[in-house]
T-cell receptor, first 114, second 112 residues
Framework: DAGITQSPRHKVTETGTPVTLRCHQTENHRYMYWYRQDPGHGLRLIHYSYGVKDTDKGEVSDGYSVSRSKTEDFLLTLESATSSQTSVYFC?????????????FGQGTRLTVV | QKEVEQNSGPLSVPEGAIASLNCTYSDRVSQSFFWYRQYSGKSPELIMSIYSNGDKEDGRFTAQLNKASQYVSLLIRDSQPSDSATYLCAVNSPGGGNKLTFGTGTQLKVEL
């Protein structure tokens, strides 16, 4: 298994509170991603990183921010959690070698906003 | 318009049969294609990748790619109950960042 660890694995938080999810990798991969998975929508990209301090938005970035100060860590922050952000969050990593660019996923974080 | 389309299923096949899962994508410049398996409550697991037209076989799995038709498929031979899961098709998005766009997945049920 790819060395990807997400923390926490489960979290319940109240509406309006800030929340930070952490993704840690031991593979030294350049690319890191945050996805959310919801019934009927599949996996949707929130933000991604292509290097230390290099990040960009995905298709559902509103209400989320990210930071990557080290190759191994990618943080996702919900500035003020809302019930619509209740979801399962997955971190993924990838590296590019020619055309190859498989992504590998962490175990996921189940976030409930009440 | 959804960029990656899959039938949501469920697709039910008897044990030992061939399961055929299909995926279409909208962007012609996509170059890399992946199949992930996801068990309920678990994270997606990569099972196949394909980059050129034709077939690619790995054990009981065969991925098929037809770029002209913008079509990717996954065949699972000798289906087992342990193959029961949701199968996600993913396509590399153009524009850098090696971003993957996922379909919503097809639920496969292998019946005894």
């Amino acid at each position: 298994d790819a060395g990807i660890t997400q923390s926490p694995r489960h979290k319940v938080t109240e509406t309006g509170t800030p929340v930070t999810l952490r993704c840690h990798q031991t593979e030294n991969h350049r690319y890191m991603y945050w996805y959310r998975q919801d019934p009927g929508h599949g996996l949707r990209l929130i933000h991604y990183s292509y290097g230390v301090k290099d990040t960009d938005k995905g298709e559902v970035s509103d209400g989320y921010s990210v930071s990557r100060s080290k190759t191994e860590d990618f943080l996702l922050t919900l500035e003020s959690a809302t019930s619509s952000q209740t979801s399962v969050y997955f971190c993924a990593i990838s590296e590019i070698n020619g055309l190859r660019g498989e992504a590998f996923f962490g175990q996921g974080t189940r976030l409930t906003v009440v | 318009q959804k960029e990656v389309e899959q039938n949501s299923g469920p697709l039910s096949v008897p044990e030992g049969a061939i399961a055929s899962l299909n995926c279409t994508y909208s962007d012609r410049v996509s170059q890399s294609f992946f199949w992930y398996r996801q068990y309920s409550g678990k994270s997606p697991e990569l099972i196949m990748s394909i980059y050129s037209n034709g077939d690619k076989e790995d054990g009981r799995f065969t991925a098929q790619l037809n770029k002209a038709s913008q079509y990717v498929s996954l065949l699972i031979r000798d289906s087992q109950p342990s193959d029961s899961a949701t199968y996600l098709c993913a396509v590399n998005s153009p524009g850098g960042g090696n971003k993957l766009t996922f379909g919503t997945g097809t639920q496969l049920k292998v019946e005894l």
